[in-house]
């Protein structure tokens, strides 16, 4: 089974005294190592779809599983444990704690989760190398 699998998933919101389907149906497939863009008009779903990826909405009908994970069936403790546990996200609005470098932000989840040891600091290096040099003991700006 794909890492990510979305299926039949509906969405929609209330606008005031009208109902606006942000998705209806959708389904798709990501294998492992493969890259996704998602793109469209302003307003065609894809926050949405990210969203309930990512398990922070959840979805109206169909299936959201993540690592065989059906995200649609967790209660919010659970969900943010597998979130914690599973899910890295990277927001437009980035959502860092600005006084810790962006090595400590990385490990804060593992800290959350009781794992201080070299496993994790060796998790931290391997992230930090992927971001790049710029990244290491770097302190994130507050946005203004």
Sequence with gaps: MAPLVIEDV???FRQGDRQVS?????SLEVQAGQFLAIMGASGSGKSTLLHLMAGLTQADGGRVLVDGT???VLNDRDLTLF????????FQAFNLIPTL?????????????????????????SLLTSLGPFASGARIAPTP
């Design 10 to 12: 509906r969405k929609s």
């Design 101 to 125: 470098t962006a090595e400590e932000n990385l490990a804060l989840p593992l800290m959350l989760e009781g794992r201080n040891g070299d496993q994790s600091k060796a998790r931290v290096e």
């Design 83 to 90: 979130r914690r546990r599973k899910i890295g996200l990277v």
């Design 70 to 72: 059906d995200l649609t």
């Design 22 to 26: 942000a998705l209806a149906g959708v």
